[in-house]
T-cell receptor
Framework: AQSVAQPEDQVNVAEGNPLTVKCTYSVSGNPYLFWYVQYPNRGLQFLLKYITGDNLVKGSYGFEAEFNKSQTSFHLKKPSALVSDSALYFC??????????????FGAGTRLAVHP | DAGVIQSPRHEVTEMGQEVTLRCKPI?????LFWYRQTMMRGLELLIY????????DSGMPEDRFSAKMPNASFSTLKIQPSEPRDSAVYFC????????????????FGNGTRLTVT
């Protein structure tokens, strides 16, 4: 079965420093990977996705993610963190289902706290 | 576009009562998903529809839960009777599935309904 793991419950970063939120995956076949962000009392918002092609994927709000097949990882990164980036981040993988529906399996989430 | 609209935003009810959560997907989207979020279990997929037809309801926890999609612009999730352990945030999400093409469209989430069952 497809799955993703987010090994860190929380990541703390000082504003202006680079940030990394980790995600590893386990899939059969080619992975379709996603990152979403959730702000308080809001739904999840799509940040970026990896389907195929370049291993470095750029997304919204200056975020990017690096797909690493040998390490089965898809870490989310940003060169310079902002206090407003503080939120809950979810990694997700598309499940393999008959019919090719976009059924996503989410990780447990990582809370990012950016300190001024 | 107003995005996915869910109502109510908050629902407080007593154990045993019927609860109905509502969702209006983004116009033109043909796939709709219901998720539940709790601290203990994270995000769980309950059921999803394509072209108003339920595709997979294996995530629905019990027979007390039911979902319908009578048309392309409306879906409901009903819990009858409700129990305290149903307390969670329930999210609806929609996306566009193109027949015959790899489906990598992102999900668009509503802001959720926070359900508290006392």
């Amino acid at each position: 079965a497809q799955s993703v793991a987010q090994p860190e419950d929380q990541v703390n970063v000082a504003e202006g420093n680079p940030l990394t939120v980790k995600c590893t995956y386990s899939v059969s076949g080619n992975p379709y990977l996603f990152w979403y962000v959730q702000y308080p009392n809001r739904g999840l918002q799509f940040l970026l996705k990896y389907i195929t092609g370049d291993n470095l994927v750029k997304g919204s709000y200056g975020f990017e993610a690096e797909f690493n097949k040998s390490q089965t990882s898809f870490h989310l990164k940003k060169p310079s963190a902002l206090v407003s980036d503080s939120a809950l981040y979810f990694c997700a993988v598309r499940d393999i289902v008959e019919g090719g529906y976009n059924k996503l399996i989410f990780g447990a989430g990582t809370r990012l706290a950016v300190h001024p | 576009d107003a995005g996915v609209i869910q109502s109510p935003r908050h629902e407080v009810t007593e154990m045993g009562q019927e609860v109905t959560l509502r969702c209006k997907p983004i116009s033109g989207h043909n796939s709709l998903f219901w998720y539940r979020q709790t601290m203990m279990r994270g995000l769980e997929l309950l059921i999803y529809f394509n072209n108003n037809v339920p595709i997979d309801d294996s995530g629905m926890p019990e027979d007390r839960f039911s979902a319908k999609m009578p048309n392309a612009s409306f879906s409901t999730l009903k819990i009858q009777p409700s129990e305290p352990r149903d307390s969670a945030v329930y999210f609806c999400a929609s996306s566009l599935r193109i027949q015959g093409a790899p489906n990598n469209s992102p999900l668009h989430f509503g802001n959720g309904t926070r359900l508290t069952v006392t």
